[in-house]
């Protein structure tokens, strides 16, 4: 008799097919003198000989300068995709399968230091060389991390990133390159700047080579590096007004991450915008960011229709675009790429419980359509079917509203509050802290499998600074877990999406008894004046919120572009096995289709790579 399938903890779920990568070990490393060591020397003859062998093509010779399990992690550097190899083997495997990389050269350019002793682990006890380098590829430029331990007496390295951040040729057209405005002189038929924004935002007698779909902040994002590559690009969103995908959400949402961490890309926020961004002060950021870069984006328009042809590599869409005056405009164009940047999610996870038909109360949605609670309600009920962000944000809003409230906690939740998060989760995102392209490189050039390691450290921090928190919560029937492997929130964000609240005040009112919890529950029917619970409990309600999250972002794509488009579409978000991101930002499975989305930071550091690879294809540098 076969044995009963063991049920995967929650905290360790995942999105289907991603990999629950492992925990890296720590490199046992002996103590430096800091004195007595030249790691100027060190670094330079470890670049100097990177580049000789990698000129040769000695690939075993470049692997054996690693130590036996070390990584090299890539963006754009070596192949057009993004890559992590671990130990000798796979290295050499990675560049005998073909690359573009010429050299890399240390930078010691600001904010970057030159070669130098740090510890890689927060407790002092890896200590090691770090040093930033610049590189060099067939195609471009772009930025390197190098970090070197002492491995049996000799200088190996340990974690090597690479990215390209350039295309050679195609400068973005900032800074020295920045567009004249005018063409000085007398010239019949001259167009003014105001007519000439006019006709380019219209696609008057032109086409857009790149279509996105989706104007948060996503789309507007990748918009902005496309128009810095000169790639005519148009932006399609159905909504009324830039932003409204923010301005239309819950009354009381407040942006959970940092000012300092959620820049956009050129425009950055300025030195007076608050520390949390209430969401209709970002739809507003978003509507003028828009207008500021000058980006082509029609509001009030559907995507009717989109057909690839694959021998033209190109697809025919029909767009239907709806006027300010009412009236109706149709237009057919032939992009060369779409981007869906409609959120890194799909559609919304809405149960069909039983006895919906029935509910006589006055709400029962989704959270994506809770507008806020009503005021003066003396007592109304209301019950939250979910326990993460949304699902508590929105019951202290009921709770504030003098509502009796009550939260259905089917599973656990990891809990962080907002103050851990920018003591410990941020660390390179702070005021007065490096330039935000800089503190991305710091960020984005571990591999996963050694940032989940960095991660299991800081999610002890947290739980010992939130202790008291998530004792009374465990306490008071809410229960909290600290992620996968116990490596917290970050962690059950990559890998599953979800599963996690960032507090801001509603752990104290469940610990307090102000909001009540049921946990381990889930939902037998819904009754005409509440629900019932799979365990018999009835709970009266006025008002029903399902914040149960939403489904794969490929069940967007398929509603936008079809069964036969979405097939050729992986599971999207999730790590594949070297610990890189599934099908978001890079090559979708479908040709000309690329999807792109995330949190405003990945948003902003991700947007550059998706709009170097398609301006990469456009150019005939990339196949």
């Known amino acids: 008799m076969a044995a009963a399938a063991t049920e995967v903890p929650s905290c360790e779920r995942v999105v289907p097919g991603s990999i629950n990568i492992p925990i890296a070990p720590w490199p046992v490393t002996p103590k430096i003198d800091e004195e007595a060591t030249d790691v100027v020397k060190i670094a330079s003859e470890t670049v100097d000989s990177f580049n000789k062998l990698l000129e040769k093509k000695d690939y075993k010779a470049i692997a054996d300068l690693f130590v036996d399990n070390g990584y090299w992690r890539d963006q754009l550097a070596l192949t057009w995709d993004f890559r992590t190899s671990k130990g000798k083997e796979k290295i050499i495997n990675l560049l005998q399968g073909g690359h573009h990389l010429l050299n890399i050269a240390i930078d010691q350019s600001p904010p970057r230091q030159g070669p130098h002793v740090k510890s890689f682990r927060t407790d002092g006890s890896v200590p090691g060389i770090q040093f930033f380098t610049t590189i060099t590829t067939q195609f471009g430029s772009g930025d390197g991390v190098v970090r070197l331990v002492e491995d049996s007496g000799q200088w190996k390295i340990w974690v090597l990133f690479t990215s390209m951040i350039k295309l050679k040729d195609h400068p973005e057209a900032t800074g020295l390159n920045r567009p004249n405005g005018v063409v000085h002189g007398a010239r019949a038929g001259r167009k003014n700047w105001l007519d000439r924004r006019r006709s380019e935002s219209n696609f008057e007698g032109s086409e857009p080579e790149v279509l996105i779909v989706g104007a948060g902040q996503a789309g507007l994002s990748v918009g902005a590096r496309l128009k810095m590559l000169n790639v005519p690009t148009l ?23 940092p000012v300092w961490y959620d820049h956009m890309p050129y425009i950055k926020f300025p030195d007076f915008w608050p520390v949390f961004t209430p969401k209709d002060k970002m739809a507003d950021f978003l509507r003028d960011y828009a207008r500021m870069l000058e980006l082509n984006v029609w509001t009030k328009t559907e995507l009717e229709s989109s057909v690839w042809d694959d021998e033209k590599k190109q697809w025919t ?32 996870n809405y149960p069909d419980f039983k006895g919906m038909e029935n509910f006589k109360g006055d709400v029962l949605c989704h959270s994506s359509e809770f507008r806020g609670a009503k005021h003066d309600t003396n007592g109304r009920k209301a019950v939250v079917i979910g326990s993460c962000n949304s699902a508590l944000d929105i019951a202290q809003d009921y709770y504030e509203n003098g509502y009796d409230v009550t939260i259905i906690q089917r599973s656990s939740t ?49 739980a010992a600074c939130d202790k008291e928190i998530l004792d009374g919560l465990n306490k008071a029937g809410f229960k909290t877990d600290s992620g996968p492997m116990n490596c ?27 909001v009540k919890v049921k946990h381990g529950q889930g939902i037998d029917e819904i009754l005409p004046n509440g629900i019932r619970l799979d365990d018999g409990t009835e709970l009266e309600a006025d008002e029903i919120i399902c914040a149960t999250g939403y489904q794969n972002m490929r069940t ?39 999807l792109h989305g995330g949190n405003l930071a990945m948003c902003r550091y991700f947007s550059r790579l998706v709009a170097l690879q398609i301006k990469g294809q456009l150019e005939g540098l990339a196949t």
Request: charged content about 25%; aromatic content about 10%; overall charge negative.
């Open 317 to 348: 869409v029909v767009l239907k675009r709806k006027h300010g005056d009412g009236s109706t405009e149709t237009r057919t164009f032939h992009p060369k790429h779409i981007i869906q940047s409609t959120g890194h999610s799909g559609k919304k």
């Open 414 to 462: 990891d809990v962080v509050t907002s103050a851990s998060i920018l003591k410990f989760g941020v660390e390179s995102y702070y005021e007065g802290g490096p330039p935000v392209e800089h503190a991305d490189l710091l960020s984005w050039c571990m591999p996963l499998e050694i940032a989940k390691a960095e991660h299991a450290d800081i999610t002890k921090s947290e």
């Open 488 to 514: 917290g929130l970050w962690y059950k964000y990559l890998q599953r999406g979800g599963g996690y609240y960032i507090d801001v005040g509603t752990s104290q009112l469940i610990i307090d008894g102000k």
């Open 556 to 594: 967007a794509t398929e509603a936008i572009f079809g069964p036969d488009v979405a097939s050729k579409v992986g599971v999207v978000w999730g790590l594949d096995e070297e610990g890189e991101t599934r099908i978001m930002w890079r090559r979708s499975g479908h040709p000309g289709l690329w």
């Open 235 to 257: 932006t399609i969103d159905r909504t009324d007004v830039i932003g409204d995908a923010w301005r239309n959400r819950y009354h009381q949402l407040v942006i959970h991450d």
